[in-house]
């Protein structure tokens, strides 16, 4: 929903109707992920994608129906069906696709979801998208101190509650599955939820040219970021436009001080680019003793490398904890400038969260996306 909320919002705020659809499940080769969202406006409008083009018009189809008589629907669409090839869904994916009328009757608590995700506020959304009838379409909306909305079950809303601040917590979208009654182990209903976390934290240190680049690329990539440097000279907001924040202060008493203020965590993504031992041993020392980020990657050549692990080792960091660095940075793109090293650090920092190899597509057998 995170793409389309603008157009959604504004069609609700005006007390008219659209109707939502959204990715909530994706096996082997889908074009997009779970929370994918396009919508059907009171207009006819079409916003937003489900498929990168693949579904789209049968989607389109769906969405003018639940508008027409108001009931959610849910629809799998995959290369087995009789119809893959006449909605274009021939990658060798499954997409699961669920459909609701979204009005401010309908959806009573969307402004102030809204207003959470403009104002970075976690918020999951947990919608039920299959079982009993009377249930189908009823949400459930988890904040991080309470809760609005409900399924009409109490038992079921407190396990809803439980396991959506969960998936909140670690930025994630998911189905879970209860019984009919909200039973842990029982079957018969599946909720979806949909996190709305706050941006994941890029943090580059260093204020130089590549550093500048890697800005511009976390912010594409949807990171919040922040370019740290001991030089004020350097650390300016003119010289790195695609940051959200420069902060001059010594690289490592910033991040421990981020760290000990509960600002770092699972999702953050650390990029030391200063390649200077008195910059970066101070740093990596604290980064690499933090018990949760996503990525720690450290610039500089093979010689570089060495002498920072030496010195490192003479710090008492164990081989389990320097493991986690990825140093030189980067995959081998044969990166020249600092916008393809860019590239390079994106693609190994991708390459880490999802699993990839990191080698050519072509090379490859089987399917393109895993899982």
């Given at each position: 929903m995170r793409d389309v909320l603008g157009k959604l919002d504004e069609w609700w705020a005006k007390g008219e109707t659209a109707a939502l659809a959204t990715v909530v499940g994706t096996y082997s080769s889908a074009p997009r992920q779970p929370g994918a969202s396009m919508l059907i406006g009171p207009g006819g409008e079409a916003v937003g994608s489900v498929s990168g083009g693949c579904v789209e018009g049968a989607v389109y189809e769906l969405g003018q129906e639940v508008l027409a008589d108001g009931r959610p629907l849910f629809q799998r669409y995959g290369v087995s069906d009789e119809d893959a090839f006449t909605v274009g869904l021939t990658c060798g994916?499954?997409?699961?696709?669920?459909?609701?009328?979204?009005?401010?009757?309908?959806?009573?608590?969307?402004?102030?979801?809204?207003?959470?995700?403009?104002?970075?506020?976690?918020?999951?959304?947990?919608?039920v998208i299959a079982g009993p009838a009377e249930r189908l379409g009823t949400r459930l909306i988890v904040w991080p101190d309470h809760?609005?909305?409900?399924?009409?079950?109490?038992?079921?809303?407190?396990?809803?509650?439980?396991?959506?601040?969960?998936?909140?917590?670690?930025?994630?979208?998911?189905?879970v599955t209860?019984?009919?009654?909200?039973?842990?182990?029982?079957?018969?209903?599946?909720?979806?939820?949909?996190?709305?976390?706050?941006?994941?934290?890029?943090?580059?240190?260093?204020?130089?040219?590549?550093?500048?680049?890697?800005?511009?690329?976390?912010?594409?990539?949807?990171?919040?970021?922040?370019v740290c440097d001991a030089r004020p000279v350097f650390a300016t907001a003119s010289r790195f436009p695609g940051a959200n924040e420069v902060v001059v202060e010594w690289p490592h008493r910033y991040l421990q001080a981020e760290a000990d203020a509960g600002r770092i965590d699972k999702r953050t993504v650390l990029c030391v680019l200063t390649h200077d031992p008195k910059f970066d041993v101070p740093l990596l020392e604290v980064a690499l003793r933090l018990p949760e980020v996503a990525y720690i990657g450290a610039m500089g050549s093979r010689r570089t490398h060495d002498d920072r692990l030496e010195r490192l080792r003479e710090k008492g960091l164990t081989e389990a904890e320097l493991a986690r660095m990825s140093s030189p940075i980067g995959l081998d793109l044969g990166a020249r400038t600092p916008e393809e090293t860019a590239v390079s650090i994106a693609a190994e920092m991708i390459a880490q969260h999802w699993g990839g190899a990191g080698i050519r597509l072509a090379e490859r057998e089987g399917p393109i996306h895993v899982g």
């Open positions: 994916g499954i997409i699961d696709i669920f459909v609701e009328k979204v009005n401010p009757e309908t959806y009573a608590e969307l402004g102030r979801i809204a207003e959470a995700i403009r104002d970075e506020s976690p918020v999951a959304v947990a919608t809760v609005e909305g409900g399924t009409g079950s109490p038992r079921l809303d407190d396990a809803i509650r439980d396991d959506a601040r969960g998936l909140l917590d670690a930025g994630r979208n998911g189905q209860y019984g009919v009654d909200g039973q842990r182990r029982g079957e018969g209903l599946t909720v979806f939820v949909e996190s709305f976390a706050p941006p994941p934290r890029m943090i580059v240190f260093g204020a130089i040219d590549f550093a500048a680049a890697v800005a511009r690329m976390g912010s594409f990539l949807g990171f919040r970021v922040t």
